[in-house]
């Protein structure tokens, strides 16, 4: 369970999270707001990529100031563009990339990377270089190569906005499957209207908090 | 991978390992300078084409590789000609082509992840002095990957441009194009965070 | 690379790395039978210093050297592999890191008052001086040429490495006003 | 008005259009299809991006293969990401610099600066360094700087993938009150459910062509 108790966070002076008081104990958990509205860095503060400035968050107990690296274990994250989070220039290399991070030995690198490749059945990429993918491929590997190192709990971070509908699709399907408590910013709607909560953020702060039938309508009239 | 220069194939070159072909290159290139003999040096010149041969890639782009070397060795023999002892020349000459041809011989029987992972075990013995091997790999398999991602930038900010009506432009195209690709140094260097990667 | 080189000076020293080996797609041009080409990727080092400074600018082409000597075909001509380290133009690939070291330092030193001129004197000294200390001599001595002589034959590299020199100039004033990077990094 | 005249292309041998004749006399014309179908490169076409390997491409009776130069003048082309096509560090330098490089006299281009920017509110940006605005504010900025060349048809490759839902209802309504004949390409249904004509592109051919209540639906159902 994620909680968050009293946080702030400030860039260069300027606040961009204020005082959020939160406990998430949801399996499906939507975050929706405006460009700059703070979504992004509420996602960054869930595996200790930003450390709030006040206040603490706590991952199924472990607070994410205190203990990074077992953050970073529990709370895997897939960011919006795959381009950017695939650091090997070929798939297996990329998938043990996170495994040899963690030491894991060789032998069992391999399991599984096996493993996880079949479960979107893209096993026929393994030796592929990446930069030949489509981008529907690329996210399925980025999500591959975080779900490889059996994570707790998975963050989205607007993860179809690069694709095509078709390709959009397919991850979102995937992200449907996943067994893994998630939490989804995004700004597809669509992708988050059969969660169990979402949150909406403006100006830092949580402007509304419910069932996507609830929160989704309010945001979208604030939109206009 | 097989990108690079690397040829594959499985000559007894291509089986030797990455540590024992460089090893090798480093002692002849010693043995040559220390013996300033003009039998060994005529006499490698054909033994170190014979290896070049045995890697087995394509005699025509073998032959294109030593174009550029060829001219250089026939200008110094001509100076030295001109100007110093043929002995001199024929040992210049010998050495730098043995070297050339071997040194060719390694990169073209050798993967580039196979020297990556030679230059970090040759690195190890630096760690005292504050070098981390595993970092070097890191940026080798940064860099190799970011050469595609800088194409590709490339060609939709020169189509872009295109578009606006500015003909070619090295300013126009080179500051969109650092600016976008140190954006996605940033983001990637989250990721690598994100992905439990330890400093 | 040593311990205080974070996660994300090596993914920088990774991107100028590959942008080294992008900027060899503007093909070089070979005078007469000089042994050694006209090539842009100078401009890469000259970048490299001014826009990441001296450690992270040095790192990253002494990174594209290694990807050289790897057997990546990233020099002038499809040029690479440990056979360029015995030829003539090894003195100047070799200088390169150091070049873009001092243009670094250089820029570091005077980032309070850095404009589109001093770039341009910065890259000059790193980038042009610093490359043809190094690079001559070694040409000379591989070559069997005098060191008067291959200086004099050096002399055709010196337009093109003044353009070069103005353009990394250009781009470096107009990325620091965009993008402010180096401060970030202090 | 837009004609097509038996236009096929080809990557490296691949056919990725084919055959296809088209006038267009509508003044809002959509175009959806999957991932790779040929919609970008369909685009392309109609400022000489792509000269085909075979066909005519007519824009307004001038021939993209014959007169680039005038094409590129009357075509405007807004792309899918803006920092693509943003040059200058500022604003204000950004817009001038399509201008100078068509040698408009100096006291013109502010005056043509200033309309441009005047026109969706985005005066107060006019200095502002163009790699700190949002999303929206550097899509605006990217259609303003196109705009400003005085174009007489604009062109849209996926203009509002990348932003979020206000900023991708002010560069919807900015596109709605264009005067300009415009082409929009685009996996937003809803951005092109009010044109007067929807083309979809399936393998290089144009697979249904006709009124948005007509095509999207069948599109739609395409997808599944
Ligand atoms: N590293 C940073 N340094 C300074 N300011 C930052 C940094 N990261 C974010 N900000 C600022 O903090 C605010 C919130 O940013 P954040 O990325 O969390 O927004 P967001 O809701 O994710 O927006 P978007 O929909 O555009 O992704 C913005 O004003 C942004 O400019
Ligand atoms: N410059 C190019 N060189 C080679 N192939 C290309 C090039 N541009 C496009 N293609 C190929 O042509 C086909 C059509 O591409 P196009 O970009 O027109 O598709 P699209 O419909 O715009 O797809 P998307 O929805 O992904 O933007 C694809 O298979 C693509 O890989
Ligand atoms: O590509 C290579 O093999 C290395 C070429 C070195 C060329 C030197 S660098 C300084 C001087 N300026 C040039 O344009 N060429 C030379
Ligand atoms: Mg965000
Ligand atoms: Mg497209």
Redesign the pocket.
Known sequence: MIVLEAVSHD??GRP?LDGIDLALPERRIGVV?A????????ARLLNGLVVPRAGRVLVDGVDTRKDVKAIRRKVGFVFQNPDHQIVMPIVAEDLAFGLKARKVPKDEIDARIDAALARYQLDHLRERPVHLLSGGEKQLVALSAVLVTDPEIVVFD?PTTLLDLRNRNRVAAAIDALPHPTLVVSHDLDLISGFERVLM?EDGRIAADGLPGEVLPFYRARMQ | MTIGLYHPGTSPLHRASAGAKVAGLLVVSLALFVVPSIPVALLSVPVAFAVYLSTGAPLRQLMAQLRGPAILLGLVFVFHLAFGTIEDGVLAVGRFATLILLASAVTLTTPVSEMAELVEWLLRPLKPLGVNPEKVGLAIALAIRFVPLISEEFRHIREAQAARGLAANPLALIVPLVIRTLKSADELADAIEARGYER | MSKDVSTRDIVYIALFAALMAAINLVPAIQVGFLPVPITAQTLGVMLAGSLIGAKRGGLAILLFVLLVALGLPLLSGGAGGLSVFFGPTAGFILSWPIAAFVTGWLTELNWRRMNAVWFFVFSVIGGVVVVYLIGIPWLAMVAKLSLWDATKGSMIFVPGDLIKAAVAAVIAETVRRSYPLMQAAR
Chains 1, 4 share one sequence.
């Open positions: 860039f260069d961009v707001g460009n700059g509205s703070g979504k992004s860095t509420f607007e953020i």
